[in-house]
Structures are given as structure tokens and as C-alpha cells.
């Protein structure tokens, strides 16, 4: 008889995000009168900028004309859109990353759930706490972790707390405790960012205990604050141990459309078991050559748009449409007494309710009919917390927070 892959069976039957919209959907059917505003998962609900329109016809219409039709393409990105990554990500920002050594995707999310795979089974694993469940949930499904410990945690993995008491950003782990570290700055779910010398202290252990990061830098978008640095490439050394996400899903409004890259240095080595260094440009290659195809011509054209003058322009200005949602919901939360972290170089806002996160997540959607998320959703250090998202209208933002200071 067939067997499953029993790592599965560890995993809580069901991912947070869905949880959530299920839980939102039983409200909505049972109260089909009271409209739900929606500060839960992270996603975009302003259009996409007109120049990523106007690039995304502009590449439908080439695949309409037999001389400029396209069928498979390279399996890494298109050259033009991994040079303008490549040129404007990282050059413009002193960083020396060449455009052979970003892999274009189709998000992050299957980028941070996926790279676990060129690593050991063996390999030890340092995850922050509270943390976006993929790094979490991907290594459980491989095998990585030992049963569900409780209290939301699995056994064999070393939890970064982050907590009020260190401004979210977590410790360094004992030396040579870990192998493979997940960081994410800003960070989801905190909204909290780490500085210059946060993330030398980081390069630096990882480099003394030849170690990896994987870091992802999903919403380095929202920086506003110039001391900040927007990719741990701006660390010299990074490039020897760290492997770094971005995500046009949150920078350009990509969450439907889809589109990211991983960044893996050429030089980023790890050893087999005899000792012997292996590429991991080259692992991550042969993987994302085998079972992926390419993120489709046109999306890519447009991803490419937000590089011009024009998209640059128009993607400021929708981070910062967020950004002035996320400055009204921290003002709110602050207003009622309740300290935050987040929301000024982030479009998260991390409220600590000092009650049971999911008990306030069921008052304010029975009482507020707003839907934020659980901070114990992220892990046992997120309990007493909520993840508000600013990825709203204003008008939206605006109405919620009125209800929100009613209900809570
Ligand atoms: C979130 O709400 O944490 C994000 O939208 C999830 C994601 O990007 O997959």
C-alpha cells in the first residue's frame, strides 16, 4: 500500500492564512449584512501602476504577432529583467550582484518554502519567533524538525524569540548551534527592521560558523529610513553566506500577477559530507531548471517596468499610499494606549493587546468587523499580539480603525 510523506501529519491541519479566511467566511455567511474590511493577510488592493500596465499589453501584444511570439523562456528570467534587478536592486545600492546570480520566480513564497531543499535533512535550523509560518511549516514537510513540541513550536529548531524586551530583532544563537537561518527584515510579522550593525552581527556569525542566511526582503520597499539597509548585501562579506528573496508582490501590487527573484551569490559554497564545497548557485540552478518553467513573458515585462523613471516614480508612490495607512493605524493604536512596533518603514503594524491574540481577533471581527491576524498565528512569542496590515483602502483603513477603537 502507498504510503504519505509523515512529516506531513506534524503540521497543524491547516495553514495560518487559510485558517483565517475560513473562519472570516463562516462570519460573513452566518452576518451576510455587516461588511467585513480585511487588515489580515498582506494583500495589495490598489492597481498595479500604470507603467507595469502599459509594459504587460505591450507584452501580450508581442505574443499576439507570429515574429515576436515567445514559447518557453530561460528558466532563471529574461536577460532584461534580471540586468534592471541586478542594475537598479543592487548596484545602484553599492551591492555586487551580478544579474547571472538572480533567479526571476514566480513569488517568494514558493522561493522561501523551497530553497530548504538543497540543504542537508540534517541541517539545523534557527527560525525567528514570531515568524511567517513558510520557513516553519517547508522544513516540517522535509523532514527537518522533530513532533509538534506544543505551544506551537517543533522540536529541533532553534527559535529566535523576538519579543518587546529586545525591539523584535532576535539574539545571535549560541556558536555554532545552527547551520541555516531564516531572517526577514522588515520583518513579517513585526513590521520591526534591523540596522546596519544588527545585520553585521549577523554576517559575522554566519561567516565564523559557516553558516547561511536566507534572507528575505519582501518589503525593503517600504523602507523610508536611508540608515536602513535594504539588502543584506549592503553588509560586506554577505556574499559569502547569505542567500537573499525580493517580491514584486508587495513593491508593485504583483500578488496576483506574481512575480520575485533569488539572489545566490556565485561564490555562496557548502560542503557535502566528505568536506567537499558545492555550489549553491549551482544547486538552486539545477533545481529551478528541473521544476520550473519561467515566469510568463509579458509579467515579466512588466515587473521590468517598475525600473523605468516612470515605474519608480509610480512604485514610491503606492508604497507610500500604504505607508500613510500604516502611519493612521499605528497613530490609532497608539492613541489607545496600546505600544506598536512597525509602520514606518513597513506596512505592518505589530499591536501588543496584552490579551490572548486570538481572542481579539474574534472581537474585533464579531464586534468591529475587522480582520486583522493573531499574533499567536506566527508563533508562541506572538501571543498578546496583532499583525495589523495597512495593505488597504484609505477609506477602508480609516472606517476599520473607527470600529477598532470602539471594540477593543
Ligand atoms: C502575509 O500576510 O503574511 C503575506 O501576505 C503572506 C505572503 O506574502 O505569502
Known amino acids: 500500500m502507498i504510503r504519505i510523506n ?46 507595469c500596465i502599459e509594459a504587460l499589453h505591450a507584452g501580450a501584444g508581442e505574443l ?3 515574429e515576436t511570439f515567445r514559447g518557453y523562456g530561460p528558466e532563471q528570467g529574461y536577460a532584461f529583467l534580471r540586468e534592471a534587478i541586478a542594475a537598479h536592486d543592487y548596484a545602484a545600492r553599492g551591492c555586487d550582484i551580478g544579474a547571472d546570480e538572480v533567479f526571476v520566480s514566480d513569488g517568494s513564497k514558493c522561493d522561501c518554502g523551497n530553497i ?11 527560525i525567528p519567533d514570531p515568524v511567517y509560518p513558510v520557513y516553519v511549516d517547508t522544513n516540517v514537510m522535509a523532514g527537518r524538525t522533530g513532533p509538534d513540541a506544543g505551544g506551537g513550536r517543533y522540536e529541533g529548531i532553534t527559535y529566535l524569540d523576538c519579543t518587546p524586551a529586545n525591539g523584535y530583532v532576535p539574539a545571535l544563537p549560541a556558536p555554532g548551534a545552527v547551520d541555516l537561518i531564516y531572517l526577514c527584515f522588515p520583518n513579517n510579522p513585526t513590521g520591526a527592521v534591523a540596522t546596519r550593525g544588527q545585520l553585521a552581527a549577523w554576517v559575522a556569525y554566519a561567516r565564523e560558523n559557516r553558516a547561511v542566511i536566507l534572507y528575505d526582503a519582501a518589503y525593503e520597499a517600504f523602507i523610508r529610513d536611508e540608515k536602513i539597509p535594504r539588502s543584506i548585501y549592503e553588509i560586506p562579506g554577505a556574499r559569502d553566506v547569505a542567500i537573499e528573496f525580493r517580491s514584486f508582490s508587495k513593491t508593485a501590487g504583483f500578488t496576483g500577477t506574481r512575480c520575485a527573484c533569488t539572489v545566490i551569490p556565485k561564490n555562496l559554497a557548502a560542503t557535502d559530507a566528505s568536506g567537499r564545497e558545492h555550489s549553491l548557485h549551482a544547486l538552486w540552478n539545477r533545481r529551478h531548471t528541473t521544476k520550473f518553467n519561467g515566469v510568463s513573458y509579458p509579467v515579466q515585462r512588466a515587473a521590468a517596468a517598475i525600473y523605468t523613471d516612470a515605474g ?20 490609532a493604536m497608539q492613541k489607545l494606549g496600546l505600544p506598536c512596533v512597525g509602520g514606518d518603514n513597513s506596512p505592518y503594524i505589530w499591536v501588543n493587546t496584552g490579551r490572548d491574540s486570538w481572542e481579539a481577533f474574534d472581537r474585533l471581527l464579531n464586534d468591529a468587523q475587522v480582520v486583522v491576524t493573531p499574533g499567536a498565528g506566527f508563533g508562541r512569542c506572538g501571543e498578546n499580539h496583532i499583525r495589523i496590515s495597512a495593505f488597504n483602502s484609505r477609506e477602508n483603513v480609516e472606517t476599520a480603525l473607527e470600529r477598532v477603537a470602539k471594540a477593543l
Open 6 to 51: 509523515e512529516h506531513y501529519t506534524k503540521l497543524k491541519s491547516s495553514y495560518l492564512f487559510a485558517d483565517i479566511a475560513r473562519r472570516v467566511a463562516a462570519y460573513q455567511q452566518a452576518h451576510p449584512d455587516k461588511p467585513v474590511i480585511r487588515l489580515g493577510i498582506g494583500d495589495v488592493t490598489e492597481p498595479l501602476p500604470p507603467a
Open 64 to 66: 499576439a504577432r507570429r
Open 116 to 126: 530548504q531543499e538543497i540543504f542537508s535533512a540534517g541541517a539545523r535550523l534557527a
Open 312 to 331: 519608480k516614480r509610480q512604485t514610491r508612490a503606492l508604497a507610500d499610499y500604504y505607508l500613510g495607512n500604516a502611519a493612521l493605524i499605528r497613530a
